[in-house]
């Protein structure tokens, strides 16, 4: 279930959604979790391996949301959205340009950054960071 932050009700801005898939071994330690924007904090969240939490929004330039994540001894914090086009600044080579639907994997081995690709029918990954 997509968690709804903000509509958008002005006709120019988009509806953008972030999406964090635990791809962790089965049996792990559990995956942890917080988001949070300026305006919104998710909470802490536990996905189960296999399965996701998201979120949409209304996206303006100045929307940025960062995630923290715990897993295994280890802790990682970065933001997950703050670019209009390619979902963080650095995004380019990692999304296709306009890209509304970020698709985030966390796997032991680092975090992935991907997007849908129409012409093969599957999200598409690249590696982010360990």
């Known amino acids: 279930m997509i968690?709804?932050?903000?509509?958008?009700t002005f006709p120019l801005l988009r509806q953008h959604q972030v999406h964090v898939l635990n791809n962790l071994p089965v049996?792990?330690?559990?995956?942890?979790?917080h988001c949070a924007s300026?305006?919104?904090?998710?909470g802490y969240k536990y996905p189960a391996v296999g399965t996701d939490f998201n979120w949409e929004f209304?996206?303006?330039k100045r929307t940025l949301f960062f995630c923290h994540f715990w897993w295994d001894g280890k802790d990682q914090?970065?933001?997950?959205?703050?670019d209009l086009y390619y979902c963080i600044h650095d995004g380019k080579g990692f999304v296709l340009e306009?890209?509304?639907?970020?698709?985030?994997?966390?796997q032991s081995d680092g975090f992935y950054l991907g997007y849908y690709d129409e012409d093969v029918g599957t999200i598409v990954y690249t590696k982010y960071r360990d």
Not at 27 to 33: F, G, Q, V
Not at 38 to 42: A, Q
Not at 99 to 106: F, L, S, Y
């Open 98 to 106: 306009y890209t509304t639907k970020c698709q985030w994997k966390v």
């Open 58 to 60: 209304c996206a303006t």
């Open 3 to 8: 968690h709804n932050i903000q509509g958008c």
């Open 27 to 33: 049996n792990s330690p559990k995956l942890e979790l």
């Open 77 to 82: 914090a970065f933001d997950v959205f703050n």
């Open 38 to 42: 300026g305006d919104d904090d998710l």
